[in-house]
T-cell receptor, first 114, second 116 residues
Framework: EAGVAQSPRYKIIEKRQSVAFWCNPI?????LYWYQQILGQGPKLLIQ????????DSQLPKDRFSAERLKGVDSTLKIQPAKLEDSAVYLC????????????FGAGSRLTVL | AQTVTQSQPEMSVQEAETVTLSCTYD???????LFWYKQPPSRQMILVIR??????QNATENRFSVNFQKAAKSFSLKISDSQLGDAAMYFC?????????????FGKGTRLSVIA
């Protein structure tokens, strides 16, 4: 079974620039999550999708962050404009809608904002 | 809101010895899951072990076992016969509910070093 794919693995940008991260979940997983992991901390949920609908985006800084999941498969997380404090690893995870409730994570995208 | 607390930022263990990582959580829910995830330098989050709150029996997975104390809201991870490959960040996580999908709430993590 293929895992959760994320790209790019690394990205370095200047503050006020924009960046986009892509996630391809495990086939058949209806639920997709984006987490932000700042160095030295545990992951924090940014947004949760169920198919192509948003379930929870209460912790997403909507003035600069946006995410979409067109067609209920791939997802893109965008930051515009980036701030220094956005430097973090962005983790994507997916799971089945019901059942085992186990999340499978991708390897993450590390963002450095200079 | 649910919170997860890991009070040990760093731990170390000698190879082949046993180590216990602590985790406490706060919730008013009666149905939930608890997890331990391992994150090596590659950043890939790997599920180590899972515990359903309604089960009294502690979960075990080979060298990994938990001590689940529901009344005390405590969920510690014991690693037996530690190996060099066990060195990583370990995150305790909580998930509300038994059906559908709810997000994981993570602790801040414990960095485990294994000494040869």
């Amino acid at each position: 079974e293929a895992g959760v794919a994320q790209s790019p693995r690394y990205k370095i940008i200047e503050k006020r620039q924009s960046v986009a991260f892509w996630c391809n979940p495990i086939s058949g997983h209806a639920t997709l999550y984006w987490y932000q992991q700042i160095l030295g901390q545990g992951p924090k949920l940014l947004i949760q999708f169920q198919n192509n609908g948003v379930v929870d985006d209460s912790q997403l800084p909507k003035d600069r962050f946006s995410a979409e999941r067109l067609k209920g498969v791939d997802s893109t997380l965008k930051i515009q404009p980036a701030k220094l404090e956005d430097s973090a690893v962005y983790l994507c995870a997916s799971s089945f809608e019901v059942g085992a409730n186990v999340l499978t994570f991708g390897a993450g995208s590390r963002l450095t904002v200079l | 809101a649910q919170t997860v607390t890991q009070s040990q930022p760093e731990m170390s263990v000698q190879e082949a010895e046993t180590v216990t990582l602590s985790c406490t959580y706060d919730t008013s829910e009666s149905d939930y899951y608890l997890f331990w995830y391992k994150q090596p330098p590659s950043r890939q989050m790997i599920l180590v072990i899972r515990q359903e709150a309604y089960k009294q029996q502690n979960a075990t997975e080979n060298r990994f076992s938990v001590n689940f104390q529901k009344a005390a809201k405590s969920f510690s991870l014991k690693i037996s016969d530690s190996q060099l490959g066990d060195a990583a960040m370990y995150f305790c996580a909580y998930r509300r509910g038994l059906s559908g999908n709810t997000p994981l709430v993570f602790g801040k993590g414990t960095r485990l070093s294994v000494i040869a």
